[in-house]
């Protein structure tokens, strides 16, 4: 399908970027999404091979061994992957974010894992969340507390991406007793402390292939070098990365979006009712036309919030309506494309079932959509009250 008009605003390197990156998931990825959805088992090979492109440095800076390039790219990068495995796209974002995280915040010896993170040797994760206190992050209930030259971790962390199979997991916990966000650290745990166990895999409706499971932590240490950033520091930290991982989500979303549309188009064309293709019933053209409006519109919501987020203001705001109408809308439409398939819709046979189920949880983490509507609605009081 061609790209449509959104691309003559990109830099000749940005349009270079995501031929070279379609081209790989057309030819590498989309030939393994549905083995990696009925498998549910992690692709390192296919991992590996991604990383080999270089994609996963795109916004670390150079001097870190990364591209350097500005957020959009990143997000570019991310639609084609997503648009052929949402699944990859899930776990590109993982080392994207973890180089560049660590980068910022974390100590010499912390940042020698990243030319393991961008080569794909090293596998990170991501533990926030845990049984009790998931939109809540500031609730969190995981403990650190310092002994001598060490802290012992105490805690369960749920959903952990990669949980199963990660190096290393950034967990974050209490560091002290001051209540909300103002007594959270965030610690470099290596997955084979004495004290730290994997939970099974989570059995999840889609998104296969990530071995998402629970983490327990019991009396795990780790020594005080492991702190990533200051001590007490980690909740705002923590605030500011999700703008980043955010724009991210917004992507992938994105991605399978676009292919959610171009599998509708293709389907209207071909399948005929009543002596015509159904894409010559207003009913079903009505439907496409609004994918289109609504692809185009959340790519620009995305690009702006990119760009602001790279001019280092907050993008708190503009991230979060980017997630927010983006995973809805990509929602909608893909509910709509299987509608457009009609019984073969519901037959794993076709693709748009895979996108039906993986594109829900798009709408749940990275903050759920309630969640983003709360931050959005926040900026906005703060900037009425800035002109009142
Ligand atoms: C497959 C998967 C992978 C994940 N990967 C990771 C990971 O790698 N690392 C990690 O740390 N976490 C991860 N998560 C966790 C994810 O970020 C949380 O599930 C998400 O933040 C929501 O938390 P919760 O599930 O506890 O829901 P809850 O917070 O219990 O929310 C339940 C419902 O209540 C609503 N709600 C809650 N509070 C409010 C409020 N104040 N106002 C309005 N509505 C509200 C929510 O929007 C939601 O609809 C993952 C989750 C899944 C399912």
């Known amino acids: 399908m061609p790209s449509g008009t959104h691309d003559i605003f990109y830099t000749d390197e940005q349009r270079m970027l995501r031929d070279n990156v379609r081209r790989f998931a057309e030819e590498r990825i989309l030939p393994e999404a549905a083995r990696i959805d009925r498998d549910d088992r992690f692709p390192r090979a296919l991992y590996r091979e991604l990383a080999g492109l270089g994609l996963f440095g795109i916004c670390l800076a150079e001097r870190f061994g990364g591209a350097g390039m500005e957020t959009t790219s990143a997000c ?25 995280f660590l980068s910022e915040h974390g100590n010499e010896a912390q940042r020698r894992l990243i030319p393991g993170i961008l080569d794909g040797s090293i596998l990170p994760a991501t533990a926030v969340t845990e049984p009790d206190h998931g939109s809540d992050v500031a609730g969190l209930r995981t403990t650190a507390v310092r002994d001598g030259d060490h802290y012992v971790i105490n805690g369960t962390k749920a959903w952990v991406t990669l949980g199963r199979v990660a190096d290393f997991v950034m967990v974050f916990a209490r560091t002290g007793s001051a209540e909300g966000g103002r007594s959270i650290s965030c610690f470099l745990v290596e997955c084979d402390r004495p004290g730290l166990a994997r939970g099974k895999a989570e059995e999840l409706m889609g998104m296969h292939g990530l071995e998402d499971c629970m983490l327990s932590f019991s009396d795990v240490r780790v020594p005080a070098a492991n702190l990533i950033g200051a001590e007490n520091e980690a909740f705002k930290t923590a605030m500011r990365n999700f703008n980043f991982s955010r724009l991210m989500m917004s992507s992938m979303a994105l991605g399978m979006a676009v292919a959610g549309f171009e599998d509708a188009m293709a389907y209207a064309h071909q399948r005929r009712q009543f002596g015509q293709p159904i894409f010559d019933f207003q009913a079903v053209q009505f439907m496409l036309a609004d994918m289109s409006v609504d692809i185009d519109a959340a790519r620009l919501l995305i690009h702006n ?3 602001v987020f790279d001019a280092g203001h907050s993008a708190a705001k503009e991230a979060a309506q980017a997630k927010l109408f983006t995973t809805d809308m990509a929602m909608k439409h893909i509910t709509n494309a299987l509608q457009i398939h009609g019984g073969n819709g519901y037959s794993r046979e076709y693709r748009v079932e895979r996108l039906f189920r993986d594109i829900k949880l798009s709408q749940i983490y990275e903050g759920t959509n309630q969640i983003q509507r709360l931050i959005i609605a926040r900026q906005i009081q703060r900037e009425f009250r800035v002109r009142a």
């Open 76 to 100: 570019i990068a991310m639609e084609e992957i997503a648009r052929a495995s949402g699944s990859m796209g899930n776990a590109f974002a993982i080392p994207v974010e973890a180089s560049v």
């Open 305 to 307: 919030a990119a760009r």
